[in-house]
């Protein structure tokens, strides 16, 4: 994770860590953590929606595996972190693996 001058944070993350984070921010959200409306959560949403309709095996793979960066601000850095945390946690649920393997410490 680097510090921008501004700020900032950019992030590397595959789209499969995009996906997961978007499922857990947006999706299972269900308005208990606020502040997933800013402008990298859209970014992301935008990136999952280029998902190929159609195609074989690989081609999805290639699409998950494609990194992209984004920059997050701190406070969207917090958000993300207790999506992945505390809704699993409301939930009874095991922890996403993003947690572990693409989001960063």
């Given at each position: 994770m680097a510090e921008s001058q501004s700020g900032n944070?950019?992030?590397?993350?595959?789209?499969?860590?995009?996906a997961e984070i978007v499922k857990w921010c947006i999706k299972e959200n269900k308005g208990r953590i606020?502040?997933?409306?800013?402008?990298?959560?859209?970014?992301?949403?935008?990136a999952v929606s280029?998902?190929?309709?159609?195609?074989?095996?690989f081609t999805y793979d290639q699409f998950w595996k494609t990194r992209r960066?984004?920059?997050?601000?701190?406070?969207e850095v917090e958000t993300v972190d207790r999506c992945l945390y505390?809704?699993?946690n409301f939930e009874a649920k095991q922890l996403p693996q993003i947690r572990y393997k693409f989001w960063g410490a």
């Open positions: 944070f950019s992030l590397e993350l595959s789209m499969y860590g995009v606020p502040g997933v409306d800013s402008k990298v959560f859209k970014e992301m949403q935008a280029e998902k190929p309709e159609k195609g074989d095996y960066t984004f920059e997050f601000t701190k406070e505390d809704i699993p």
